[in-house]
């Protein structure tokens, strides 16, 4: 059964991103590198998004939320959502993930609203901001 993906404004993400049932997914690849991130996001890169699907969903166990972006939220972080939206439906994943979003406008569109970004350079950002 396909899930629905909605999208989530930044605003909104502000607000609830510390909910510790929310994961929030990068999905670009070097620019993480270069252009910081949201603090508390992990890092799934595109171009090696499929293969790391199950580590992605043993990253986000016991999440109910995963909030998907890249730069602009237009073409990588729809895809991956919606790639991830489906192998969990493929393996009937029993673990508890119930919405899979995306955010609107990506990690520019939170960068240049002014919004918390982080600089450190782990995969699996801990910074709180
Ligand atoms: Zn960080």
Not at 33 to 40: L, M, Q, R
Not at 44 to 67: Q, W
Not at 98 to 111: A, D, P, T
């Amino acid at each position: 059964m396909a899930r629905s993906i909605r999208y989530i404004t930044g605003s909104q993400l502000l607000n609830v991103r510390r909910h510790p049932n929310i994961a929030i997914v990068d999905v670009r690849d070097d620019e993480r590198s270069y252009d910081g991130h949201i603090a508390g996001s992990l890092h799934f890169p595109s171009d090696t998004f499929l293969d790391n699907l199950p580590t992605l969903l043993e990253a986000t166990k016991g999440k109910d939320t995963l909030v998907f972006h890249c730069a602009l939220s237009q073409v990588r972080g729809p895809k991956c959502a919606r790639r991830f939206s489906d192998y969990v439906s493929e393996i009937n994943d029993e673990m508890g993930i119930k919405n899979v979003m995306i955010l609107e406008r990506g990690y520019n569109g939170w960068e240049a609203s002014g919004r918390p970004v982080c600089r450190c350079t782990n995969n699996a950002c801990k910074v709180e901001l």
